[in-house]
């Protein structure tokens, strides 16, 4: 799923500083599993934001609407009767929330209450970690199912690099060195031979490089 | 193409090939557009070493450019050893400096994956990484082998580039260590210099390693050495420095010095490895990092017995 964090309260404030009455619109998805954008989220941030203002001596009023996903036409579609009421929106989805809501309603002022991160799971309750760069051309299965473009900080194919120690990578103690993963899952499997082989410059134009990226199901378009 | 058999005709590939122990230095570009400060530097090395590295925004701070540090040194007569990272160019990039720097006399280069930039003073920067130091190696030699650019395009007179890698027999896991040299060498590396070495047992066994399946036949592996200033220096190498191993004794061995003589020590303990690697089964050479000590250089190689460098026509 999309990891994302909220952005803080200052930030949130100062976005929507000029504003008196807004809608906080949540996401059902990827938001909602991370802990960031989901209905409960939406109702901490309203009162957040209501007291925050009460103390400025500026109140604002807020109503709070959480839809099922922000990624999808249909359900924007639930906002058509209200996103007028408001002079202005804030938005708990991924960047793509507020994107196909500006798109939707042209005429409303949308903002992005949370910064959207990567692609990425939970590894344990509370944390979530990066594990696909969407680079478009999947190559893990060079890698036993590990993979080092998202994970290796420098997207090596052909690690570990010199910096790599005692499992960690050169950046960060608190960052894994995936290379080392991957060459002991080789290493206990004896196929550390499959990494004898040099692989071919990455083409990076299934990836963002190749410009904003497209995915077409014939059978699915009307 | 004639170059007697050479692959670039470099002074280092000549000093190598005729058999002789290499001896290379080291040089980082100014941290400004100072040439009379590089100059300096690279003056110390001028007749003690087969080449001279130049780093490329070393530890990830930006200096001088390589590539134009580089052609300086040509132009006053020593020789370079370009160093490139995959960190901050795309492959388009880099084969432009590759033809740019060959047009401009150089005749070495040094492939790196580079430090990641979160080290160096612009943490904010976004990296390339496009391609990795194993694929620079390829496209390197395709560039000079092939004579085409990594499209399959053909180049108009190709690079001649002697090609070198690094390898650190240090950093982790140790059993795949030799695996990577052995990659690097099929890609292409015609040279290696090696991370600078203190754990001298480790590395007497991935030479070991090497000799045995063969990749000394393949390519020249210089060892590194940093000479230690101080016990703190070595203290702050085992702790701070990523991928450095830096055994107990060594700092032991410094703090015991004393004070006002660990330089010394750390000098003499390079000369005593020098020594060692003269008669180290596969090792062809040193390549001698004196990190911001460059002046240091003329006195180690004299010691060390280095002196004079071969000659070779
Ligand atoms: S190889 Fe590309 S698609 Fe596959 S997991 Fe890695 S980044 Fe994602
Ligand atoms: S230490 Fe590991 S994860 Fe970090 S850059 Fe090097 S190979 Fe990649």
Known sequence: MIVADRKSLEEIMDM???????????????VTVCNVGGAKEVGVLAAALKIGRKKDGNP???DEKTIERQCDPEYIEQLRDIYDRY?????????????????????????????TKFFGGAVQHGIWEERCAGCG??????????????????SLQHGPCGGSANGKCEISKDVECI????????????????????RAAKDWQTARDGGPRKSIREELVQ | MSNNGYKSGSNLEKVLKAGHFAFTGECGPPKGANVEHLKEKFEHLRGKVDSVNVTDNQTAVVRMSSAAASAIMVANGIEPNFQMVCRDRNR??????????????????????GDHQKFGNHPQSKNVYDIDSMQLIAMVKKMRDEGKFLNEEE????????????????????????????????AGADFIQTQC??????????????????????????AGVTPMKSARMAQYMAKMVPGMDVPEELIKRLQDAGKGKQAEEGIKFAIEQIEEFKEMEGVAGVHLMAIEWEHKVPEIAERAGVLPRPQVN
């Not at chain 1, 807004?22 to 998805?29: D, E, S």
């Not at chain 2, 388009?92 to 994956?113: K, T």
């Open chain 2, 155 to 186: 180049i108009d007179e190709p690079p001649r580039m002697f090609i070198g890698a690094a390898a650190n027999p240090f950093a982790d896991p140790y059993e795949f260590r030799i695996y990577r040299l052995a990659n690097k060498i099929d």
């Open chain 1, 16 to 30: 929507i500083k000029p504003y008196n009455k807004i809608l906080i619109v949540g996401c059902k998805g990827c």
């Open chain 1, 87 to 115: 002079d202005a929106v804030l938005s708990m989805a991924c960047g793509v929330g507020p994107q196909f809501l500006s798109e939707a309603y042209p005429s409303q002022k949308f903002f992005p209450a949370v910064n």
């Open chain 2, 92 to 113: 388009l990039a880099m084969m432009a400096d590759i033809l740019g720097v060959y047009s401009l006399g150089v005749r070495n280069m040094l492939c790196l994956s």
């Open chain 1, 60 to 62: 604002i009023e807020i």
């Open chain 1, 179 to 198: 290379w080392d993963t991957i060459v002991k899952k080789k290493m206990e499997q004896g196929r550390l031979e499959d990494l004898r082989q040099i």
């Open chain 1, 137 to 154: 051309t999947c190559i893990i299965h060079y890698y036993d199912g590990l993979c080092p473009i998202a994970r290796c900080s420098k």
């Open chain 2, 197 to 222: 070495i203190y754990n001298m047992p480790r590395f007497r066994d991935f030479m070991k390693q090497a000799v045995d399946m063969g990749l000394t036949e393949k390519a020249y592996i210089l």
